[in-house]
Each structure stands twice: as C-alpha cells, then as structure tokens.
C-alpha cells in the first residue's frame, strides 16, 4: 500500500488582500467596454438632424444608399424613402451631417444629379455607376432653420459651388431663349442661360443667367447680347458661306455677346440685358448714339386692324422715337366693359429722342409722357405704308381729347390712352375706283364709237377723197417747183439788197429830216404830176401813134413766136423732168439745212454780232448817212429836175408821139423774126447736152456749196459771217428805224399817186393807153401799199429779214 | 454526487503536497516558490484564473456583438456595392442554393464562436459547483474548445484572401468589411479566455467532492 502523503499545508501562493486578489486582466475588458461606450456615444453624438426632401418622383433615390452631396462632398445619406400623405410626392428622409446642418437653412436647394444626355455632352456620367445622389447647396450663412425641403426637379442655375454675375435676358419679340443653353464669349463659354419664363404681361420671355466668375467683369453696360442658335447661310460674291457657332448651339440655341465699347464699369448683379437677333443688330444696337434703355409702355387700339406688326414705327411729329416690340389681343372685361378682342401694343420708346431736357431715361421719358398726355396727347394708329398696308403708331396733339388722368404711372407697364387711328383704307378706296369704273356707260361709249367708225370708214372709202393725196401730191410737186425756182431764191437776196439800199436811204433820211427835202421833192414830182397832167393832153395823138403800133403788133406773127414758146416751155419741162433736176430738191434741201446749221452756228456765236453790230453802225453813223444825205440831196435835186422834167412832158409826148410814129414805121415783124429766132436759139440752147448738163451742175455747185458752207461752219469764216450778218443786223435795225418814218413818206407818195391818178383820170377811160397807164399806175399803187406793207412787216418784226420768215 | 461517485477517485497532486512545474513539469514539494530547474514561478492552483478567463470572456463576446451587426465583406462591382454582415451574406448564399457553403459559413462563424462561450461560461462555472457531467467530459470539453478556437479564424482567412485576390479596381473588388477586425478580435480574446482557464480546478471540485464524503 502506497504511503499516503503527508498532508501539506497549503498557502495560497500570493493570498494578497482586496486589489491583490483582483487580476489586472479586468483592465481589458473595462477598457474595451470604455471604448466601445464612446465610440457609441461619439457616433450618437455625430449623428446630425434628418431633413426630408419632397421629390416629384424618387428615380434613383435608395435607402441608406443615396448620399447628399455638397460641393461633391457626401454630407448626408438618404434614411428613408416614403411616400407623402395622398401619394403626390416622394418624401427622402436624409440624415445630414452635424457640421453642414446649422447651413442647410430654409434657402437651401437640393435637387437629384441623374446622368443627362444633351447636345452639349454628357454630365453627371459619374451617377450612371454609383447612381444617383442629391446635391444640395446653400449658402454660408446660417439662416432659419428648417428641415422640411421641397427638391427641385433640375439644379439650379446659381450655385455656391459656381459663383458668377447674375444677370437677367430678354429675349426680342422673335428671338429664343433656349433654357440652358450656353453663353459664349469669344467662342468660350463663360456662362450658361437659366429657365426662361414669360413675363407678366406676357410680352417677352425673360431668363435669368449666369457668367461664371472670373468673366463676369466682361459685362458692362454696353455689353451687347445675341442670339448665335442655328446657322446663317450667305451667298455672296465671295462664295457660299454657312455660318454657326458650334454644333451644340445649332441643335439647342446659344447666346453669344461682345463689348463693343470699352471703358465701362463691371455692371451690378440683376441687370437686364436685350438678347438681340444677330451679331450686327446688336453692333448696330451700341452705335445708336446714346441710347439708354427704352421705355416700355402699352397702348390699347380699339380699332381692329391688321398691320401693325413687331418693329414699326413709333412716331411724333413724324420722328420715330421707338418701336413696336409686341403686339398681341387683350380682352378684359373689367376695363372696357365688353368682350371684344383689342389691339395692345407694347412700345419700346427711346428716350435720347425725345429731346428731353434732363438726362435721357426711362423715369424722365415716362414724365414727359404724362405731361404732354394731361395736354391731351394720344396714341393713334396711322398708316406707314399704302401699298402693304403696314401701320405705325402715332403720337400726335388732339384738342379735343379731354385730359386723361388715368395714366397710371406706378405699374409696370404703363398704359398710354389713345385715340381713333386714321388709317387710309386702301383696299375700300380701290373699291371705290373699280365700282366707279364699273358705273361708266361703256356700252353706250361703244355704240357711239362704233357708229363714229363707220362713219369715218365711209367718209374715207369715198372716192373724191381717195384722189385727194394725188392732188394733194401734185400742188406739192409744184409748190416745190415754184420753191424751187431760182427766182423764188433770188427774191431774198434782191429784198436784201433793196432793203439795204432804202435802209440806207432812210437811214439818211432820218438823219437829215430829208423827209422834208422829199416832200419838197415829191412837190415838185407833183409839180411835175401837174405838168404830166398838162403834157398828157398831148397823149391823145401819141396814143394814136401807139394803137397804130398796136395795130401792127396784133398782125404780126405771134402765133409762130408763142409756138417756139411752147416748145422752150416744153423743153424746159423736160429739163425739169430729168432726174438732175428732180435730184436737185434734194441738194438744195441738203443745202439749207447746211444753211440753217450755218445759221444755228451763227446765232449761237451771237455774241460777235454785237461787235459786228457796232462797228456798222459806226460806218453808217460816220459814212453812209453822209452819202445818203448827199444821195437825198441829189434825189430832190432829182425830183426838181423831174419836176422840171415833167414840165417837158408834152414835148416829151411829142416825142413819144415821134417815137410811136417811128416804131409804127419799125419792121416789128422782122423783130418778130428776130424774138422767134431767139426763141428757136433758147429752145437749142435748152435742149442742148450742156443745158441739160446744166441741173447736175447745179447739183454739184450745191453740193460744193455744201461743202463750202460746211468748211465755213468747220473753219473761221463763221465769225467772219457772224460779223456779216451782224451788220445786216444792224443794217435791219436801221430799216426798222426809217420805217418809222416810211408811213408819212408813204401818204406823201399814195398823195402824189392820187395826184397822178386824178390827172391820169382826165385821160379818155375808153382808151387803150389810158388803160394801160391806169393799170401802170394802178400796179405803182399796189406795189406801193406791198412796200408799205413790207414796211409795216418789217416795222413790225424786223429780225424777220434775218431769219427770212 | 452520484455521478462524482461513480467515477473513481484520482489523487491530486495538491493531495500529495506536491506542486508540477507547469513549463518544464518538474515536481517540486508544495511551497516551493519557484521551479528550481527552469525558473517559473511555481503555484499549485491559479487563484486568479477564473478572473482572466471571465475578464477575457466579456472582451470577445462585446467583440462579437459588432462583428456580427457591422458588414463582413464589401463587395464592390461595377454598378453597385454590397455590403453583408456573416449572418446576411449566409442567408443570401442560402438564396443563391449554396446551402452547403452557407453552412459552412454558419457553422464557422456563428456556432463555434458561440458555442465556445458557452463551453468556457460553463467551465469556468462548473469548478465553483457541482454539476452533471463527469470530470473526465469536462477535461474533454476544455481541451476541444482549446483545440477548435484557433479554427474559427478561418472566417478571417477567408476574408483575408478574397480581399487580396479580388481586386480589380474599378471592375469588382472585396474590402474586409469593419466586422472582419472585431471578429477576430472576438476569436483572440476566446482563445485567450480558454487558454486562462486553469483545467486543474476541474478536479479540485471532484477532491473537494471527495472531501466532503
């Protein structure tokens, strides 16, 4: 048996008292429950509040899944997804954190970033794998507190994350604004346009927008805005052209500005700027001499007219000083008291043209309004334009419009009252016209034409008319012989030289008061009338001689003589007939007009005819009034010797007697002979080859005569012939001065023809030679009153022997 | 009693005044104060045992409470990050019809770490009183808890080599979730837990038993 150990006292080995008996392993625990404590209380203590965001819908939003961001921070996480009481809206329960809570004030914004697919790229890409997430934004400062939200559905354009300016567009009456869309400078984008929403009186729609920091200090007050969405396509000599900004702005729309004018200040935050329609209008829009911004006021037209549209014109007193920026239909029922459809017009008015006194504004144009409105000023449409119809608006003065009051000043847009437009009704006037027209008895007209050309048809079928243009034919044919004939030509010239010789007389005449010397003279021709009157008691026996003379001239051959006659007549129609003759009209027609250039010449160089002029009027002053003097002095001695001359008158008719006895006792029939002879002479002359030669070398005289007159016109000679007829001028001038005088020397002489008349009525009527004297003096007496008509002709339009009309 | 009495007595060696050297186990009569051969202090019963093996205890169970609500694995892929606690990503294996592996899982990562607080709650109460099962099934239950404990960090391996093997980057990748680190501390602490439990105090109850009658 085993020896059974001796019992052993045992001590406990280290029986130590109160914290000896505790191990020091009991510090871990306590140390790991201290710590776990705290990490519960601090993560209590972390925890911030829990904000609910109300959403249209919860696409995306997960539970404890779906952060909030800030500036991309996650500051929160979605707790909760709900639904609000009536299913209307998604309720996020976000438990932020405590840092950013006291920030997330009641103007705080959230909004949920989905991933977008747009024309200008992809954004929020980064939410296709991780999903969605809220971003919030507030500001920095802490602010009411809240914690119930209501989520908007897209982010917002201003952002804490993106500082920028502020600034609001608006659009032109057919601009865009395409929300979102870019704003360019230079081609960079720098901001980006917000919501547009329409203004409240609906006239125009208005966006806010943003330039991103640092480019806001790019607008300034003349900072200009246009409208760069789609593309300009221009066809130019250049070349076709397709113009537009980036592709993004074809597809949604783009704003693009520019500072056209250096030197202004970096404008204040809400400025409001006009999105103009293109690069150029709004170029033009700067350079509109100080132009500031533009009163807008509305006028309501009751007339209901077409016409007036966007840009016409808003004149007074026929200066445009604005425009028409929208036209649209307003009815209110409350104003007008019935619901027709009015005209309101919204008029942009410019008040740098309104001539104010003050600094042009808007404030100072709205005063001027309403100043010259309690004057009775009115708005009124008037017609722009007949053709199109177009219509402006026009401010104009009425007197009897009574002072409206009701120009209220204080809203918006203030209403300008206005009165009946006076618009010219093109389209009723045209009516007027053609009901007018159509009024017209025209069948009646009709009838009375139709009846008139019937009658004319047999008027003209008749025969006798038929034959008129072939007599019509011939006179001319022989008016153009007559013309033709070189007698006709020569009268001119031999006018001229007789008119120049009693210019010259008459001129004397004037001078000297020959008149008196010619009364004396014709005195003494009446002396001599008065001895003619007593020699022609002598005639008797002369007359006798005479008969006797005639007596033998009847038996002579006369026959024979006019039968040569008629044959040079005929030869000389022959003559005529030939086509050299014929061609010579044509020459001599040439010829004049050569003559009448010449002449046209000459009158232009007119002014050598004054010198002409004078220096002939020297010469009569100085030498042909001398002579005429002398010529008068002789021509009285002349008439004295006539008179003396007529007291010899019956021995004169004694003489006649002798002489008639002796030509009784003549061989007249061998004169005769001798005259038929010379006849036969001419009709072999006429027809000779030479004679006949003769018109074509009258031609070519013409033609040379032509030439001539061309070298004179070409050459000096003009002058030369200006000078001529300068003095025929004067020479003319002088004529008309003596015929002044040519009345009294006409009675004088129609006296001393009376005289002779009566003498020579003493003679025996029944007489052959009595007759014949009567007739001579008879045809002196008619060639006196044409000379006394000439005279007059001439008296009266001396510059007719000139221009030989 | 009956069963104490059924199992027949074993002398201790407290019994025979004797203390073994628990390093080098050479026995040296009790009151010796250190082991003459290798230099350990020397002490027939750990009095402070049942503290460290309590103090040790509480530790990983407040380890295991957050290993088991915070995520396990983060398994980010392309489009979405999934995040499952030991518990919900069995569950969700379970629903993908990998019952075995979700087993596995389970029975890895829930029951031994629980059943271990059990067995070391129990032994650590069964030498203050008298209970049921022999002395002989409690050694035996001490020494599969102390076996089995280091097992349970398989859990943490496997997170370990999926987090180092799956990463690729933007794709797919597994991050040890915040569980991960307080599992295994759960698991350390169990060990060090089992590990104070002095197993000779076992038998002290039967000698005191024995004492007794």
């Not at chain 2, 029951?111 to 099934?137: D, T």
Request: contains cysteine; charged residues 20%.
């Amino acid at each position: 048996m085993a020896k059974t150990p001796t019992e052993v006292k045992i001590e406990p080995a280290s029986a130590g008292r109160g914290l000896g008996r505790i191990s020091f392993v009991w510090l871990i625990p306590l140390a790991a429950l201290a710590i776990a404590l705290g990490v519960a209380w601090q993560s209590y203590n972390d925890r911030g509040p829990v904000i609910t965001i109300e959403f249209e819908n919860g696409a995306g939003i997960k539970k404890d899944e779906t952060a909030l961001k800030y500036r991309d921070i996650t500051v929160g996480v979605v707790e909760d997804v709900s639904f609000s009481e009536g299913l209307d809206t998604v309720i996020a329960e976000v438990r932020i954190d405590k840092k950013v809570a006291p920030y997330v004030d009641r103007s705080s914004t959230f909004w949920v970033v989905r991933p977008e697919l747009s024309a200008r790229g992809v954004s929020g890409l980064d939410t296709v794998l991780s999903g969605v997430f809220i971003e919030g934004a507030w500001d920095n400062k802490i602010g009411e507190a809240t914690t119930e939200f209501r989520g908007l559905e897209d982010a917002p354009l201003f952002r804490p994350s993106r500082p920028g300016l502020e600034i609001a567009l608006r659009a032109t009456a057919n601009g865009q604004l395409t929300e979102n869309a870019p704003i360019f400078f230079r081609g960079i984008e720098v901001g980006r346009v917000g919501k547009a929403r329409i203004s409240p009186r609906t006239n125009f729609a208005i966006a806010e927008a943003i330039i991103y920091e640092p480019h806001g200090r790019l607008i300034t007050p003349t900072t200009r805005f246009w409208d760069t969405s789609g593309f300009s396509v221009s066809i130019g000599a250049s070349g076709a052209e397709i113009d537009f900004t980036s592709l993004a702005t074809l597809i949604s729309g783009g704003i693009s500005f520019d500072t056209f004018v250096s030197g202004g200040e970096r404008v204040a935050d809400g400025e409001l700027f006009v999105i103009n329609v293109d690069e150029e209008s709004a170029r033009n829009s700067v350079f509109n001499a100080s132009e500031v911004e533009t009163l807008l006021v509305n006028a309501i037209f009751d007339d209901n007219v077409s016409g007036l549209s966007v840009g016409a014109a808003v004149e007074l007193s026929g200066l445009k000083i604005g425009e028409v920026q929208s036209v649209s239909g307003i009815i209110d029922r409350a104003q007008f008291g019935d619901g027709r459809v009015r005209l309101i017009a919204t008029l942009a008015i410019q008040p740098s043209r309104l001539g104010l006194e003050t600094e042009p504004s808007p404030s100072a144009a709205l005063n001027f309004l309403a100043g010259r409105i309690r004057e009775g000023f009115r708005a009124r449409l008037a017609s722009a334009s007949l053709l199109t119809g177009g219509l402006k608006v026009e401010f104009l003065q009425t007197d009897v419009a009574p002072p409206d009051s009701i120009f209220d000043m204080t809203v918006d847009i203030p209403q300008l009252p206005t009165t009946k437009g006076q618009i010219t009704d093109t389209t009723g006037t045209v009516e007027g016209v053609i009901t007018r027209i159509n009024n017209l008895p025209i069948e009646e007209l009709m009838t009375s034409a139709i009846d008139l050309m019937s009658s004319a048809t047999a008027f003209v079928s008749n025969e006798d008319l038929q034959g008129a243009p072939g007599e019509v034919v011939g006179l001319l044919s022989d008016v153009r012989g007559l013309v033709g004939s070189d007698e006709v030509k020569n009268v001119p010239v031999l006018l001229n030289a007789t008119l120049e010789r009693i210019e010259g007389l008459v001129a004397q005449l004037e001078q000297e008061q020959l008149v008196m010397r010619l009364g004396k003279a014709v005195d003494a021709a009446a002396n001599a009338a008065d001895g003619v009157d007593t020699a022609i008691i002598g005639l008797p026996a002369l007359l006798s001689s005479v008969t006797a003379l005639a007596d033998k001239a009847t038996a002579l051959p006369a026959e024979d003589m006019l039968a040569e006659i008629t044959r040079v007549a005929a030869s000389a129609d022959k003559l005529l007939k030939s086509e050299s003759t014929q061609a010579l009209p044509a020459d001599l027609s040439k010829a004049l007009g050569e003559v009448e250039a010449t002449l046209l010449a000459l009158r232009e160089n007119g002014g050598v005819l004054d010198n002409a002029n004078k220096l002939l009027t020297s010469i009569d002053e100085e030498q042909l009034v001398q002579r005429l003097r002398d010529v008068v002095d002789e021509a009285a001695i002349a008439a004295r010797g006539v008179n003396s001359a007529v007291e010899g008158v019956p021995e004169l008719l004694a003489s006649f007697q002798a002489v008639a006895d002796k030509a009784e006792a003549l061989p007249v029939d061998a004169l005769v002979q001798e005259l038929t002879e010379l006849a036969a002479t001419a009709d072999t002359v006429i027809g000779t080859d030479a004679f006949k030669a003769l018109p074509a070398d009258l031609s070519k005289a013409l033609i040379e005569v032509e030439a001539i007159l061309k070298a004179i016109r070409e050459g000096g000679v003009i002058e030369n012939a200006n000078r001529t007829l300068a003095s025929a001028s004067s020479a003319a001038d002088a004529v008309a001065l003596a015929a002044d005088d040519l009345p009294a020397l006409m009675n004088r002489m129609s006296a001393v023809l009376n005289q002779a008349s009566r003498t020579i009525q003493g003679f025996d009527k029944g007489d052959q030679l009595t007759r014949d004297v009567e007739n001579a003096l008879r045809d002196i007496q008619r060639a006196a009153k044409a000379l006394a008509s000439l005279a007059n002709t001439i008296e009266r339009n001396p510059s007719s022997l000139i221009r030989g009309r | 009693m009956s069963v104490a009495q059924d199992i027949p007595h074993v002398t201790t060696a407290r019994e025979m005044g004797v203390v073994g050297c628990l390093r080098c186990t050479q026995v040296w009569p009790v009151g010796t104060e250190t082991c003459g051969r290798c230099g350990k202090a020397l002490v027939s019963r750990d009095r402070k045992s049942l503290q460290r093996v309590w103090a040790w205890w509480i530790v990983g169970f407040l380890c295991y409470i957050p290993a088991n609500m915070y995520p396990m694995l983060q398994t980010r892929t392309l489009f979405q990050v999934q995040q499952d606690t030991i518990v919900g990503g069995a569950i969700e294996l379970m629903t993908h019809d990998a019952v075995g592996i979700a087993l596995i899982i389970l029975f890895a990562s829930v029951v031994i770490p629980l059943g271990k607080f059990f067995a070391v709650a129990y032994l650590a109460i069964s030498v203050k009183r008298r209970n049921s099962a022999s002395f002989q099934q409690r050694q035996m239950l001490y020494e599969v808890v102390e076996y089995i404990g280091r097992w349970s960090m398989i859990d943490i391996f496997v997170v370990a080599i999926m987090s180092s093997l799956v990463q690729l980057n933007t794709l797919a990748s597994i991050n040890p979730g915040p569980a991960s680190l307080f599992f295994a501390l759960s698991v350390i602490f169990t060990m060090l837990s089992a590990q104070s439990f002095d197993s000779r105090m076992i038998w002290d109850v039967q000698s005191d038993a024995a004492g007794e009658d």
